[in-house]
């Protein structure tokens, strides 16, 4: 049996350290105004955005646009504190997985049953009088060479 020295030692409390924060990360809170929210809960998917144009409440009409970018009455999106979300937005074709957050604007979803090459990043605001709004955004490069890149919003609103 190898004898630990005190170097070795203070290599694995950091190595323990760094994966009791890496555990706790889901659990992260959100800044809103200042001030730090969780996350954690069920959101309504109330309107999509497309840079600073208008809010465009759900259900959304159809559009040339809206095969990609849609929302449909009643979508949710639960965050749940064990790092797990489910959600029934028509435009994720993967509808679980997990979720962190670095907790001040970014929100990372991996979905489920896959090799986590496809976790995704998206800008994150939350804001309101008791932080029951958020905002989660991504930007869009198009289908095509003419297509311009998009900011493109989800808006939501907590349940």
Same mark, same amino acid.
């Given at each position: 049996?190898?004898?630990?020295?005190?170097?070795?030692?203070?290599?694995?409390f #950091?190595?323990?350290?760094?994966?009791?924060?890496?555990?706790a990360?889901?659990? #992260?809170?959100?800044?809103?105004?200042?001030?730090?929210?969780?996350?954690?809960?069920?959101?309504?998917?109330?309107?999509?955005?497309?840079?600073?144009?208008?809010?465009?409440?759900?259900?959304?009409?159809t559009?040339a646009?809206?095969?990609?970018?849609?929302?449909?009455?009643?979508?949710?999106?639960?965050?749940?504190?064990?790092?797990?979300y489910?959600?029934?937005?028509?435009?994720?074709?993967?509808?679980?997985?997990?979720?962190?957050?670095n907790?001040?604007?970014?929100?990372?979803?991996?979905?489920?049953?896959?090799?986590?090459?496809?976790?995704?990043?998206?800008?994150m605001?939350?804001?309101g009088?008791?932080?029951?709004?958020?905002?989660?955004?991504?930007?869009?490069?198009?289908?095509?060479?003419?297509?311009?890149?998009?900011e493109?919003?989800m808006?939501?609103?907590?349940?």
């Amino acid at each position: 049996m190898k004898r630990r020295t005190p170097r070795s030692a203070k290599r694995a409390f #950091a190595a323990a350290a760094a994966g009791a924060l890496l555990v706790a990360l889901p659990m #992260a809170p959100a800044q809103a105004d200042g001030q730090e929210v969780n996350p954690v809960g069920t959101w309504k998917l109330t309107g999509l955005q497309i840079g600073n144009a208008p809010v465009v409440p759900c259900p959304t009409p159809t559009t040339a646009f809206s095969e990609r970018w849609f929302c449909e009455e009643n979508t949710t999106l639960t965050l749940r504190k064990n790092g797990n979300y489910r959600d029934n937005i028509p435009i994720i074709q993967t509808n679980r997985g997990t979720w962190f957050t670095n907790g001040k604007n970014i929100i990372v979803f991996d979905d489920a049953d896959d090799d986590g090459s496809d976790a995704r990043a998206y800008k994150m605001t939350v804001s309101g009088k008791k932080s029951q709004n958020m905002k989660i955004s991504l930007r869009s490069t198009g289908r095509g060479p003419n297509e311009e890149t998009l900011e493109l919003h989800m808006i939501f609103k907590k349940q």
